[in-house]
């Protein structure tokens, strides 16, 4: 036998997730956003289960191409748009639309104009401070890129640094109306976190990253509340019990001491495939189907875990790190993260088992 531990995709979940999206949001196209191959899920994978999907947003030009060549004909954007005028002949032969938010952009389409129009977003810096023209600018730039006769279309484009908390989406909408004023021009404004909580901002294209995965953009709404379902579970099982005594250690610098006497579950998954290296004692995991928490550090290939609520538990017992049954936002939560950097870090080492095919 393998090492057993394994990521189940649940492709099932992918249409779920979606339609979550399409019922906020029933009168804008929803674009699945697949950046970071698919937030950790495959690429080709989640394409291939979302044919109904209205369009995909990437970043990584070559997996935009791959998606493309595999035969969807709907919009593909780029996110970050190009980053030298070399790759706008690839753009227009693959017909992927593109972010345009800087100057040095703009520059290159009016220098080095693509062989053909191509669907370009003007992104509107409203408060990320990340990438876009600033409110004063967005007018001019519009106008600059209109007379370059580079773009098929134009849409107008934000993106928000705070959908998902109690500052909300006011302060950045208000820039956004205020530099967009008179402009009748389609819009693009939401992520997963305004798509669910902010109606005013879905317009006419949103873009769902999160949610599509199941999990919650929010610190405070499960993603059970939010009728989202995981699209990811790893699992695998445990290597090895230890009965230690009173006073024992466990793992590298002997962070966690037995209170007592205990049995420890050694499972085969550590942070070389993707697992938290910061998850903390106290971390959920699933046991036989119960939760139990972690015991000592995460080392490269094994984490311990407490067995006192399983006493069936032994050599072979089903884990689940998380997905079914274990929301990742909670193990996210613990370890001081998100659900996205959990998904996005499982390692290439781990098989993917693709479940209901
Ligand atoms: C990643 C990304 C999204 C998706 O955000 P979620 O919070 O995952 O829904 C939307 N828009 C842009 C510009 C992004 O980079």
């Known amino acids: 036998m393998s090492r057993p531990i394994r990521a189940d995709i649940h492709l099932a979940a992918f249409g779920h997730n979606y339609r979550v999206a399409r019922e906020h949001a029933p009168k804008s196209r929803v674009l699945a956003v697949v950046k970071a191959n698919a937030y950790g899920h495959g690429l ?44 706008l002949s690839q753009l227009a032969a693959s017909r992927l639309a593109t972010s345009v938010h800087c100057e040095e952009q703009l520059r290159m389409l009016e220098v080095s104009p693509p062989p053909a129009p191509i669907d370009c977003y003007l992104k509107i810096n409203t408060g990320m401070n990340r990438l876009g023209f600033a409110p004063e600018v967005a ?7 209109q007379a ?32 967009t004023r008179g402009i009748s021009l389609p819009r693009s404004l939401a992520n997963s976190a305004a ?41 695998s099982r445990l290597i090895a019990v230890q009965d230690i005594g009173p006073g ?31 998850a ?50 909670d193990v996210a939560a613990t370890a001081g993260t998100v659900g996205y950097e959990l998904m996005c870090a499982l390692a290439p080492r781990v098989p ?3 479940i209901g095919v």
Request: proline share 6%; aromatic share 6%; net charge negative.
């Open 44 to 87: 080709a994978r989640v394409a291939k289960a979302l044919p109904e999907a209205d369009g995909f947003a990437t970043l990584e030009l070559d997996g935009a191409v791959r998606l493309r060549d595999s035969g969807f004909a709907r919009e593909i954007l780029l996110l970050e748009g190009f980053f030298e005028a070399s790759e």
């Open 139 to 145: 007018k001019a730039a519009l106008e600059r890129l």
């Open 148 to 179: 370059t006769r580079a773009a098929k279309s134009i849409t107008l484009m934000t993106h928000f640094a705070t959908a998902d908390g109690p500052e909300g989406v006011h302060e950045a909408m208000n820039r956004f109306e205020a530099a």
């Open 195 to 235: 798509i669910l909580a902010h109606p005013r901002t879905h317009a006419e294209t949103v873009r769902q990253g999160i949610s599509l995965y199941g999990a919650t953009p929010f610190a405070d709404r499960s993603a059970q509340e939010l009728g989202l379902l995981p699209a990811m579970t790893l699992r």
């Open 248 to 278: 024992e250690h466990v793992g590298y610098g002997g962070t966690f001491f037995a209170p007592h006497a205990m049995r420890i579950g050694v499972v085969a998954c550590g942070y070389a495939d993707g697992y938290p290296r910061h």
């Open 280 to 329: 903390p004692n106290g971390t959920p995991v699933l046991v036989e189907g119960v939760r139990t928490v972690t015991a000592g550090r995460v080392s490269m290939d094994m984490i311990t875990v407490d067995l006192t609520p399983v006493p069936g538990a032994r050599l072979g017992s089903e884990v689940v790190l998380w997905g079914e049954g274990l929301p990742i936002d």
């Open 352 to 354: 993917v088992v693709e």
